[in-house]
């Protein structure tokens, strides 16, 4: 009644692709980029980890200012289409305005270098403009002098931010710009491996990344964060919730065993925010939860070793940025728009459809 291979749930450990641009160490707890270990790419910001993505080396000085002007200049395009994209922003969902403001933007015709760069553009424009429209006010057109983490957050917050803010933006850009085999980017790569068009594997990602077991978790984490309160209520309170049957926000990983590393970046990112003079609100009672969840979690589940995720500390970090935490999702996606779009070329130069097989269980003829 059936053909194929073995059936993996979730396609745990099942290999769908070969690639260039990633390595999840599950055990060891390193993710690597292209060679690079991630804490060493934090430091040298978005544009130079794009190029480092897209051309498969990082860039030398005119290589950078090209990426900084082409990514710019993708905002700038995607600020010009925002008229056109106004009737859908306006959805009450933050992830559901982007994705549908992602959708309407043209797809074809144009060198892929220049998608890329609109795409991008697009994903900081268009989360930015959601929330000033939410506000009731004009959203902001793009500075093209500044970095685009610098000026993703003039257009978020209405005014130029900190240099330490935004270097520390910077940093969880970079931080989450690509991982491996995640939901999002299997989707992207499914799409792509059609011959379908980058907007459109975008657009597919963008759809997956929404989900809170991807994506989607931070906003929850400060919402936890907010439940408990303070530390001394931590243990009783993560008891309560597992005993309920419900998922921790923020720990627990299909590849990690150990500690996320990404965590670790974000956590450096918020020290220098702290040195800055600028204070997380959530830090220490982030770091007094994330104890007590490891503990509930591996008195729970002794076999799984459930840790911290990329989430827990994202939603801490963009806290501290002035980011509102319904945006958390699209700023993540405003970072891992770049690896998704390196994932689309890598699939596109494949050039093999991913057609999968299912296992009939249904009633017999
Ligand atoms: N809190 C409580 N229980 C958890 C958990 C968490 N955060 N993460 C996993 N578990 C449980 C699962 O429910 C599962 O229990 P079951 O066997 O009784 O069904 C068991 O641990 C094994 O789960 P696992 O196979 O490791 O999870 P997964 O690979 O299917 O899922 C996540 C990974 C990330 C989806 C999962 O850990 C999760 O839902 N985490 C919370 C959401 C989150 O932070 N998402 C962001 C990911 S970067």
Request: glycine share 10%; with cysteine.
């Amino acid at each position: 009644m059936h053909d194929g291979g073995p059936f993996r749930p979730g396609l745990e450990d099942v290999v769908v692709a070969e690639s260039a641009l990633s390595w999840v160490d599950g055990e060891g707890g390193r993710l690597v980029v292209r060679g690079h270990a991630i804490e060493a790419l934090a430091p040298l910001g978005f544009e130079a980890v794009c190029g480092l993505l897209w051309d498969g080396l990082l860039p030398d000085p005119a290589r950078a200012a090209a990426l900084r002007r082409g990514i710019a200049a993708g905002r700038v395009a995607a600020f010009r289409a925002l008229e056109r994209v106004l009737p859908v922003l306006d959805a009450a969902d933050a992830m559901d305005a982007l994705r549908a403001s992602v959708a309407a933007l043209a797809s074809a015709g144009e060198p892929p270098e220049a998608t890329r760069f609109r795409l991008t553009g697009a994903m900081a424009v268009y989360a930015a403009a959601w929330h000033r429209r939410r506000a009731g006010l004009a959203p902001l057109a793009p500075d093209p002098e500044r970095a685009h983490a610098d000026d993703l957050l003039r257009m978020l917050r209405g005014r130029g931010p900190t240099p330490a803010r935004a270097r520390g933006l910077d940093a969880y850009l970079v931080t989450v710009a690509e991982h491996g085999m995640n939901a999002s980017t299997f989707t992207a790569r499914v799409v792509a491996s059609t011959r379908s068009d980058a907007v459109s594997a975008i657009v597919a990602a963008l759809g997956s990344l929404k989900g809170p077991l991807h994506g989607g978790a931070p906003g929850p984490v400060l919402d936890m964060l907010d439940a408990i309160g303070r530390a001394e209520a931590a243990p009783a309170w993560l008891r309560a919730e597992l005993a309920a049957g419900r998922r921790i926000m923020g720990l627990g990983h299909r590849v990690y065993r150990v500690r996320d590393p990404r965590a670790a970046v974000l956590e450096t990112a918020l020290a220098e925010l702290e040195r800055a003079g600028e204070r997380s609100r959530y830090l220490a009672l982030a770091r007094a939860v994330e104890r007590a969840a490891v503990a509930a979690l591996d008195e729970r589940r002794p076999e799984r070793r459930l840790r911290t995720n990329v989430e827990f500390y994202t939603a801490v970090l963009l806290d501290a940025l002035g980011v509102p935490r319904d945006l958390f999702t699209p700023v993540f996606a405003a970072g891992r728009v770049a690896g998704w779009l390196a994932h689309v070329a890598e699939e596109t130069a494949v050039a093999r459809l991913i057609r999968p097989s299912l296992r009939y269980v249904g009633p017999p003829v």
